[in-house]
T-cell receptor
Framework: AQSVSQHNHHVILSEAASLELGCNYS??????LFWYVQYPGQHLQLLLK??????LVKGIKGFEAEFIKSKFSFNLRKPSVQWSDTAEYFC????????????FGSGTRLLVRP | DAGVIQSPRHEVTEMGQEVTLRCKPI?????LFWYRQTMMRGLELLIY????????DSGMPEDRFSAKMPNASFSTLKIQPSEPRDSAVYFC????????????FGEGSWLTVV
C-alpha cells in the first residue's frame, strides 16, 4: 500500500530563514506528487505538483520542490520564509494510475517568528 | 482554485442526530472525493466517485456513514446516528480535467458532535 512520511511534525523558524520540509513516499511505480498548504482555519491549497519532466518544480509563493526518484523523496524548499508562511504543509501522492486518489502525509506545522 | 460550495460550513449537533453534509463541485469535474481531517488521524479519504459512480468506499469508517452523488453537480455525506468521535472537518475535493491531475479542495464543513 502507498504511504507518505513527513518526518518533521513541527518546525519553528525566524523570518528570512531557509526552509526544507522532508517528504518520502513508498510506491514502486509511477507517481504524481503534490504539496498542499493549509493556513489556520482554511482549506487545503495547492502549492506545487510534479507529474513528469524536470524534477525541480517551482510553485506559488516562492516554494519549490525536488523529486529524487532514487530516494523516493519530494522535499519542499523555500530560500527565505515570511511570517505569512505560518501554516501546515502536507505532502501527497497518487499512484499515477487512473484513480487520482491522494494519500497524504501527516503534515508539518510551520511557525515563522517575526 | 476551481470553486465549490460546501454546506454547512459549521455545524454543532447532539449525539444521535443525523448530519448531512453537502458538496456542489464545479461543473466539468470527473472525480469527486470526500476526505475527513482530524488532529489524531490527519487527512483520511472516505470515499470517491467517478462520473457519479462510487468507486471506492473502503475508507468509510462505519455503516453510520453513507455518501451519494445523485447527479454531476451534487454530493452528500450522511452520518446517522452521529457520535462525538465524528467531530472533524469534512472536505469535498474534485479533479477538474482541464487542470490536469490536480485535486482541488473545498472549504470544508466543520462538524462538532456534542
Amino acid at each position: 500500500a502507498q504511504s507518505v512520511s513527513q518526518h518533521n511534525h513541527h518546525v519553528i523558524l525566524s523570518e528570512a530563514a531557509s526552509l526544507e520540509l522532508g517528504c518520502n513516499y513508498s510506491y514502486g511505480g509511477t507517481v504524481n506528487l503534490f504539496w498542499y498548504v493549509q493556513y489556520p482555519g482554511q482549506h487545503l491549497q495547492l502549492l506545487l505538483k510534479y507529474f513528469s519532466g524536470d524534477p525541480l518544480v517551482k510553485g506559488i509563493k516562492g516554494f519549490e520542490a525536488e523529486f529524487i526518484k532514487s530516494k523516493f523523496s519530494f522535499n519542499l524548499r523555500k530560500p527565505s520564509v515570511q511570517w505569512s508562511d505560518t501554516a501546515e504543509y502536507f505532502c501527497a501522492v497518487n499512484a499515477g494510475d487512473s484513480s487520482y486518489k491522494l494519500i497524504f502525509g501527516s503534515g508539518t506545522r510551520l511557525l515563522v517568528r517575526p | 482554485d476551481a470553486g465549490v460550495i460546501q454546506s454547512p460550513r459549521h455545524e454543532v449537533t447532539e449525539m444521535g442526530q443525523e448530519v448531512t453534509l453537502r458538496c456542489k463541485p464545479i461543473s466539468g469535474h470527473d472525480y469527486l472525493f470526500w476526505y475527513r481531517q482530524t488532529m489524531m488521524r490527519g487527512l483520511e479519504l472516505l470515499i470517491y466517485f467517478n462520473n457519479n459512480v462510487p468507486i471506492d468506499d473502503s475508507g468509510m469508517p462505519e455503516d453510520r456513514f453513507s455518501a451519494k452523488m445523485p447527479n454531476a453537480s451534487f454530493s452528500t455525506l450522511k452520518i446517522q446516528p452521529s457520535e462525538p468521535r465524528d467531530s472533524a472537518v469534512y472536505f469535498c475535493a474534485w479533479r477538474h480535467p482541464p487542470s490536469g491531475n490536480t485535486i482541488y479542495f473545498g472549504e470544508g464543513s466543520w462538524l462538532t458532535v456534542v
